[in-house]
């Protein structure tokens, strides 16, 4: 039997455990150039909580009953199709399900590379990943001595996103919803600085950390963080519009920046994106990024939570800010050490 969380309920504020629905259906067979991949690992993202909403945007909203769409990591456990033998390491969009069976006329999955266990492939090189490269390579476009500030920097884009701008020779300051991130970020990963916006005067740090104000802000917080960004910004600043958390689960009417007219007092720019435009182009950055990885310069965590049943509360915790770097969960039992 092949265990699935459905869509149970829309999200009215936070996320809640009976928005999902835990049923067990049979697995099914693979046909003429199918496969069946047994999930090890589902990775969660803040973008699920917009999934859940019925409204179109850059991807179709799940209707009620529909599996819980989400980006995971697995092995191929049976095949009827020579590209993807048995064995084969996959990651790919294989919803909450203990067991995806994936058509021989779908969207070509992604292998995993060799020597990279799944716990990195859908960390460091899965979606979190190549959103914090595209990101940082088509709008940030850093150069040597920017000043670099990104939002939700603990998290899995975040700690990515802030490494590659130092390896590019900027001044990195994250901000984070702890102390003890804080730490990590400049004492394990080498930001310049780090601060907690839960601190009382938290605005006035960042200022502090940035006197000279920011040339690149990667914003994955939107709200109050966004719009103090949005204060500081230099000359020919560039502001990527990554997410925004804080947005996520607010159940009352959103304002917008009341900084945005920095933008032309600037000669700024703020874009957005969304990293699935780049599919085509996971494999070049991945191997761009394999050997920043190996030589300990892109260092990369994640926070696993145990046993598929796992997987609503793992994603309000997402919320909560309880994870440092990718949030992940252990669908499977086995080989949890791939």
């Known amino acids: 039997m092949n265990k699935q969380f459905l869509l149970a309920a829309r999200p009215e504020g936070m996320v809640r455990e009976s928005d999902f629905m835990l049923v067990e259906t049979p697995i099914q067979t693979p046909e003429a150039g199918d496969i069946l991949v047994e999930v090890q690992y589902m990775g969660l993202e803040p973008a699920m909580r917009g999934w859940m909403e019925n409204r179109a945007d850059y991807i179709a909203p799940l ?20 590209d993807y033998p048995v064995g084969s390491l996959v990651t790919g969009s294989f919803g909450w399900q203990q067991y995806y069976l994936h058509k021989a006329d779908a969207t070509a999955l992604q292998r995993v590379p060799e020597g990279v266990s799944l716990r990195a492939a859908i960390g460091i090189f899965g979606i979190t990943g190549m959103t914090a490269w595209f990101g940082l390579e088509r709008i940030g476009k850093p150069t040597d001595g920017d000043i670099f500030v990104v939002s939700s920097a603990a998290g899995a884009t975040g700690s990515v996103a802030g490494q590659l701008a130092k390896i590019r020779g900027c001044r990195v300051v994250g901000i984070t919803s702890s102390a003890t991130k804080c730490e990590w970020l400049t004492d394990t990963l080498g930001f310049d600085a780090a601060v907690n916006y839960r601190d009382p005067d938290w605005q006035q740090q ?59 007092f600037r000669r700024a720019s703020m874009q957005g994106f969304i990293v699935l435009d780049h599919t085509t182009e996971f494999s070049a950055a991945i191997e761009a990024m394999q050997p920043l990885v190996a030589s300990g310069k892109l260092q990369h965590a994640d926070t696993l939570n145990q046993g598929f049943e796992a997987l609503p509360s793992a994603l309000i915790a997402l919320f909560q800010g309880a994870n440092q770097g990718k949030q992940l969960v252990a669908v499977s039992a086995q080989r949890q050490s791939l």
């Open 206 to 264: 960042l200022a502090h950390a940035c006197p000279d104000g920011i040339d690149i802000y990667f914003d994955n917080a939107g709200g109050e963080i966004l719009n103090t960004a949005l204060g500081l910004i230099r000359n020919a600043a560039r502001v990527v519009l990554c997410g925004g958390i804080s947005r996520y689960n607010a159940s009352s009417p959103l304002s917008g920046p009341a900084n945005y007219f920095n933008l032309i």
């Open 63 to 82: 209707a009620l009953g529909d599996v819980m769409r989400g980006f995971g990591a697995g092995r191929v456990s049976l095949s009827n199709n020579a």
